[in-house]
């Protein structure tokens, strides 16, 4: 992490601990000093960084006191709502604090939820109106498919109604589900209303009911199509005059203040009554995901995994691919169910990034799940690239701590002021630094490309690729849109360029683009514009690589590597940007160096030096260099031509300084290397997918359990790549086949059971090998755990827990009534008393008799066979005294008397460790 970064982070952690509330007080901001302090870093050192956080707009400075202060912009924005140019300055941050931003956000909480403006607007409305009626709240009810929000939207409601003070501030808001009481009418009645003490059978006291508890506020019925007719017509009265009577109660009634909202995935016409219907006077449809907007789409996928940024403490990046398919991912559960996908594809991640050392979670399209991967598939190609289009960028980050993803979020272009000595075309060039920029920021970019936008800049693109044979980048073209845009909004902030003489040639261009522009999008473009737009496509003409501040060279073994590679770069790139250095394998390391150093002489001595080497003593040679130029180096053992394109394209094209370079291979190499290793374990997939069988000959207790209890133990230890299959058959061969069958494209770490199949190949570990010899550590050494071989706890606990359930499938041959698995969980509680007060625990085979005689001796009990006389023989021991005290566990479980005789039995199993 670079000294920015780490810098930009003290400050967005600082900022984090603030609130909303917060801000109607005076907050601080944190000072240079403190930041210096922290990093254990020169003073002066963390200005310059700051001053350049500050005019990327990732910070706030604060002037109001004796020394600067600072605070994140985009915490801020989150907190509060409000949307800052980039170098904010403020003499405190309650200035920037005005109240009618932030009662936007507090009076109307449907401002929060997504789509307000777009697919939710008409059922807001409705919404807004039913609560807001004059004669009192309208009884509302939801209609949608499951999962679009219908719950969400009914609180939302209830909360709209406490800020517009409908409902009291102590109301509540109390929510049913008619699914639970459908069958059972009184109790439905009783939940609703109340009732009585005795007025049912089991009604041991009065209780109160739903519609009392929710006076003052609402109550939800969730599933309401699952009332049955009774349950509707008790409802009539109740919301005909507000009166109800507790069940069991007559002559009394109580009022009630409660506004009703129901819910419901069905037709209501055939589901409710009529009767009951007319009852109901608002009933809003709550749209699906399919008719939401892409945009919309775009800002619900990140806002859900911005929740699980937040839940897992990890910021996340979500690349185009992945975004794309759950932006046209359109399942049947809708939200609920997207949640859940966007839950999985986090896991998944997770799973395959957690034996790296990661900062953040990338998603990528194979970390979701395939239905959600064919959504894109099934698409044609150019539906694919209409989509494509309006994703902009090739990864989303998603901070972890809560932040709007606003579609509409207005965010002007940045206003460039006006020079006299400054022509159109410098300007319109810095302009485009200023998009070209923000187009890069994965996080927080100042320039919104909305539909509008995006259908300007692709007209554009193409006219001038047209008739000017002219191929622009993405930023000039959008600079382009976003200037032409604020010409036709009329805006009173519209970008304004000094206007300089044009070619005769290019005005008449310009005069041909307009009169296409003004047909195609319907408005008027001025005549004092000709002359600029001129100017503006004269820039694109004579549109050359800025002179950099940085010198690039790639460094390769052979005699024609790095030509080759350079010129791959140079002429995709179109220039001469990328110098190559061939290094023939006849020649020493200083022979090389001198090379070098010429080359790097014949560039200017103010800039920097980037090296791509490729292997060897090429990776090494910077020190060495470093005394013999002034410049600065910078190796990176790299030729990848995918990195070299970009590094290339961003120095001499986006102006990118050497540390921004530097920072972004990084970036691009994570970004390989998991693509890289994804697409190998695709081939060796089959090599990868580990398994352990658990085997058992007869029934299927011995190879469930063991099931059982390796998965539970693998899911402590956060192991979730291997699998547990469990068989079992009469046929040793039979297991076998079952075996080959199932293991195909799979590794087999063992085979753990109480028969051998007989496989060679794959190690076989006996249920006497776990119970009596180091069976379980075999298991673990194959599992590759080194903390499972070291936890002598979880060793002893699985030998137990197997000896358990070994001993209860042994007895359960000889009970002829009861069910041992059912009653072991007494008898373990028994003998971890006695254990617990004699102070240490039984041996396992101690512990395998003790279960068989315990479960012997209570249906013998039960069934008034034979028992051991009260006779306390010898002198009692303390251990017959321990027995005698805790055998009430067994007695009261199970209805018996248990002798002191038999308590002697039990006393000498315990000491009879032999």
């Known amino acids: 992490m670079l000294r920015k970064e780490k810098i930009n982070k003290i400050i967005i952690d600082f900022s984090k601990q603030y609130t909303a509330d917060d801000f109607k007080h005076e907050i601080e901001g944190i000072t240079s000093y403190k930041i210096a302090e922290k990093l254990h870093i020169a003073r002066n050192n963390a200005s310059t960084d700051l001053n350049e956080l500050w005019e990327e707009g990732e910070i706030i400075k604060i002037t109001g006191k004796k020394k600067f202060e600072f605070f994140s912009q985009p915490v801020f924005s989150n907190l509060t709502g409000i949307h800052l140019q980039k170098k904010t300055v403020c003499s ?24 307000a403006h777009d697919s939710l607007k008409n059922a807001i409305v409705s919404a807004k109106a039913s609560i807001l009626y004059p004669g009192g709240t309208m009884h509302t009810l939801l209609l949608g498919e499951s999962g679009v929000g219908k719950s969400l939207f009914a609180k939302t409601m209830y909360q709209f109604g406490k800020n517009e003070k409908v409902f009291r501030e102590d109301s509540r808001f109390v929510v049913f589900n008619c699914a639970d009481y459908a069958n059972n009418s009184q109790l439905l009645l009783s939940q609703l209303f109340g009732s009585l003490k005795g007025s049912y059978t089991g009604a041991e006291q009065t209780r109160e009911g739903l519609i009392a508890q929710a006076n003052g506020g609402v109550l939800f019925l969730d599933e309401v199509h699952r009332l049955p007719p009774e349950g509707q017509e008790m409802l009539f009265y109740f919301i005909d005059t507000g009166m109800y009577r507790m069940l069991g109660e007559s002559g009394i009634e109580h009022h009630a203040n409660v506004s009703l909202i129901m819910a419901t995935t069905e037709n209501p016409d055939n589901h409710l009554l009529t009767t009951f219907m007319r009852r109901i006077p608002m009933v809003i449809q709550i749209p699906n995901l399919s008719a939401k907007s892409i945009e919309e789409k775009k800002e619900l996928v990140l806002h859900l995994y911005n929740l699980e940024a937040i839940a897992t403490h990890m ?17 049947p559960g809708n939200i609920g169910q997207l949640k859940n996908d966007i839950r999985l594809s986090v896991a998944r991640s997770y799973l395959e990034q957690k034996h790296r050392s990661f900062e953040e979670l990338s998603i990528h399209d194979y970390s979701l799940s395939q239905l959600v991967q064919s959504s894109v598939k099934s698409l044609d190609s150019k539906t694919k690239e209409t989509y494509t289009k309006q994703l902009i960028k090739d990864a989303y980050y998603v901070p972890p701590y809560a932040y709007h993803f606003k579609e509409n979020d207005e965010i002007i272009p940045v206003v460039l002021p006006q020079q006299n000595q400054t022509d159109v075309q410098s300007q319109f060039e810095e ?99 000709i002359k600029t737009i001129a100017s503006i496509l004269q820039t694109f003409k004579n549109n050359e690589p800025r002179v950099s501040k940085i010198h690039m060279f790639v460094l390769a073994h052979g005699d024609s590597l790095a030509t080759n590679i350079a ?18 394998l006849t020649k020493n390391v200083n022979e090389i160096l001198e090379d070098l150093v010429v080359a790097i002489q014949k560039k200017s001595k103010d800039a920097d030096v980037i090296l791509f080497v490729d292997m060897g003593s090429l990776t090494s040679i910077e020190g060495v260099l470093q005394q013999q130029i002034s410049q600065r180096v910078f190796v990176v053992p790299t030729i990848n031509t995918v990195i070299l394109l970009e590094a290339v394209r961003k120095v001499y094209y986006l102006n990118y300084t050497a540390e921004a370079v530097l920072n972004d291979v990084v970036r691009m190499t994570k970004r390989l290397d998991h693509s890289l290793e994804h697409h190998i ?8 997918e580990k398994v352990i069988y658990t085997i058992c000959y007869s029934g299927e207790g011995t190879a469930q359990y063991l099931e059982l209890y390796l998965r539970n133990i693998l899911e402590k230890n956060n192991i979730f790549n291997i699998d ?14 079952m075996i080959q069958d199932t293991s195909k494209r799979k590794e087999v770490l063992c085979i753990i059971g109480n028969i051998d199949p007989k496989i060679e190949e794959y190690p076989f570990i006996s249920l006497e090998d776990i119970l009596v010899r180091d069976g379980v550590n075999k298991v673990f050494r194959l599992l590759g755990s080194e903390q499972l071989l070291q ?21 359960q041959k000889y009970l002829l009534y009861l069910d041992a698995q059912k009653i072991s969980p007494v008898i373990l509680d028994f003998i971890k008393k006695i254990e617990e007060a004699d102070g240490k625990q039984c041996d396992n085979n101690v512990l395998i008799r003790l279960v068989v ?9 039960m069934l008034g066979e034979y028992s051991a006389p009260d006779d306390l023989g010898e002198q009692p021991t303390e251990l017959f005294e321990i027995i005698k005290t805790n055998k009430s566990i067994l007695e009261n479980a199970f209805h018996i008397k248990i002798s002191y005789g038999e308590c002697n039995f039990i006393a000498d199993i315990f000491q009879n460790e032999n």
């Open 92 to 115: 405190s941050l309650n200035d920037l604090v005005k109240d009618n931003v932030l009662s936007v956000k507090a009076d109307d909480p449907f401002e929060e939820l997504i789509g």
């Open 315 to 331: 910021p996340i990046m979500v690349d185009r691919e992945a975004l794309m398919a759950l932006v046209l991912y359109n399942p």
């Open 431 to 529: 302009y485009v630094q200023e998009i070209a920029a923000s187009l890069e920021d994965s996080s927080h970019p100042a320039f919104i490309i909305d539909d509008e936008i995006q259908e300007i800049m692709t007209f554009i693109h193409e006219w001038i690729l047209y008739h000017m044979n002219l191929l622009l980048e993405r930023s000039q073209s959008a600079g382009f849109a976003f200037y032409l845009k604020s010409i036709k909004d009329k805006n009173k902030n519209s970008i304004s360029f000094v206007s300089n003489e044009a070619s005769e040639g290019m005005v008449e261009i310009s005069r041909n683009l307009i009169k296409e522009i003004e047909t195609r999008f319907h408005f008027q473009i001025p005549d004092t514009q």
């Open 567 to 584: 010129g791959v770069v140079n002429t995709l790139l179109n220039g001469s940007f990328l110098t190559p250095v061939d290094m023939s």
């Open 681 to 688: 374990k695709g081939y060796i997939k089959q090599y990868t």
């Open 724 to 737: 547990i299959i469990s068989l079992s058959n009469d046929s040793p061969k039979k297991i076998s086949q």
């Open 791 to 811: 936890d002598k706890k979880t060793i002893v606990n699985f030998k137990r827990d197997v000896f358990i359930d070994v001993s209860l499938e042994t007895v």
């Open 853 to 861: 005689h315990i479960c012997c001796m209570i249906e013998r009990l």
